[in-house]
């Protein structure tokens, strides 16, 4: 296998990643982008208490009837260590 075939088969491949991710998520994705503007806009006047408040007031805000799967998603998210938070180490 040549490098040219390899390069193809691993952005096929990632493709493949972000698409699963995506199907996966509890909301849309313009919706998570729409929360995280929110939320950047909130925090530049307030701290992040990291509860999820601000995101659960977005949530209502926008009428999410299922609040649980995407706080559930959140606070998994939270959990998985950053890329920066291990350089930091």
């Known amino acids: ?4 075939e390899r390069k193809r088969l691993q952005r096929e ?4 990643q972000k ?7 509890p909301m849309s994705k313009d919706l998570f982008c729409q929360l995280f503007d929110f939320l950047d806009e909130r925090l530049s ?3 992040c208490r ?3 408040l601000l995101s659960t007031e977005f949530l209502i805000l ?3 009837k299922k609040l649980n799967p995407v706080r559930g998603f ?15 180490r």
Do not use: G, W
């Open 50 to 52: 990291r509860n999820h």
């Open 45 to 47: 006047d307030d701290i």
């Open 13 to 16: 491949y990632s493709e493949k």
């Open 19 to 25: 698409k699963a991710f995506y199907d996966a998520l």
């Open 1 to 4: 296998m040549d490098k040219a």
């Open 62 to 64: 926008i009428s999410v």
């Open 74 to 88: 959140l606070q998994q998210a939270k959990e998985v260590p950053t890329t920066r938070a291990k350089k930091a």
